[in-house]
């Protein structure tokens, strides 16, 4: 069973007002907020991290995203149901991910670069990234998932 150890509102609330800052600059960036849900929700199964799943489910859900795309998203490359820039997306999110295991090579940039500009690239490296911190946050912490509401953060 999991048991909270750091809450956040036990710490100081200046903590995190960067990272807060970045999410803003993310969902102002103009990229697709389904598909950033997407990634994040991606990172956050490979990861592990139970609350950023439930926080990135939820959040798909409320901006139309379908529970077939969200439960098959752990076999995206095998399912037909997203398109060639999720997919370039995608791969290039697991290629940030797993970069301790696999080098990110120029395959993955090329075709990331058919369907993102530069300043595209930079914020979904920025939003890659981003999740992979607040995955690790979450887990060291240990926040119980289940009770986020979409908009809470």
């Known amino acids: 069973m999991m048991t909270e150890r750091i809450s956040f509102v036990e710490l100081d609330s200046k903590l995190f007002d960067g990272m807060n800052r970045t999410e803003m600059y993310l969902k102002k960036s ?36 379908s529970e077939l795309r969200l439960h098959s998203l752990a076999a995206w490359k095998e399912c037909p149901f997203y398109d060639e820039k999720e ?33 595209e690239i930079a914020s979904l490296t920025l939003a890659v990234t981003q999740i992979n911190a607040w995955n690790r946050i979450n887990k060291a912490f240990g926040t119980i998932p289940g009770a986020y509401q979409v908009g809470q953060y």
């Open 30 to 65: 103009g990229l697709d907020l389904k598909l950033l849900e997407l990634i994040k929700y991606r990172v956050s199964q490979i990861n592990g991290c139970a609350f950023c799943l439930d926080m990135h489910h939820k959040e798909a859900i409320h901006m139309g995203e």
């Open 87 to 119: 997919r370039a997306a995608l791969a290039f999110a697991e290629t940030l991910t797993l970069a301790a295991r696999q080098e990110a090579g120029d395959e993955v940039f090329d075709e990331l670069a058919r369907h993102f500009s530069k300043q």
